[in-house]
Nanobody, 115 residues
Framework: QVRFVESGGGLVQPGGSLRLSCVASGFTFNKFSMSWYRQAPGKEREFVAFITISGSSTNYADSVKGRFVISRDNTKNAVYLQMNSLKAEDTAVYYC????????WGQGTQVTVSS
């Protein structure tokens, strides 16, 4: 079955960095684009970053542009999110997702930015 397993979250101070990983299984990973989303307490889930099948093109939400970088390694069925210059507003549960199974979400990984 389709699985998205996110990891790498944790507690970090403002201005710090974290690298999130998502390992996918149960489908042909190199046939689908991938994205990262996040959901903060009391807020709606929002788009963060997108990457094409080959990784040749990316897209970011304005709120993270210039600070976050999405990448993928199709040999490892993995997509990554390098997060730099983190702000308190980045605190959220982060999820990876792809169009292989619309509406399916993994467990996510918690990112908390606080001093």
């Amino acid at each position: 079955q389709v699985r998205f397993v996110e990891s790498g979250g944790g507690l970090v101070q403002p201005g710090g960095s974290l690298r999130l990983s998502c390992v996918a299984s149960g489908f042909t990973f190199n046939k689908f684009s991938m994205s990262w989303y996040r959901q903060a307490p009391g807020k709606e889930r929002e788009f963060v970053a997108f990457i094409t099948i080959s990784g040749s093109s990316t897209n970011y939400a304005d709120s993270v542009k210039g600070r976050f970088v999405i990448s993928r390694d199709n040999t490892k069925n993995a997509v990554y999110l390098q997060m730099n210059s983190l702000k308190a507003e980045d605190t959220a549960v982060y999820y990876c997702n792809g169009p292989v199974m619309p509406g399916y979400w993994g467990q996510g990984t918690q990112v908390t930015v606080s001093s």
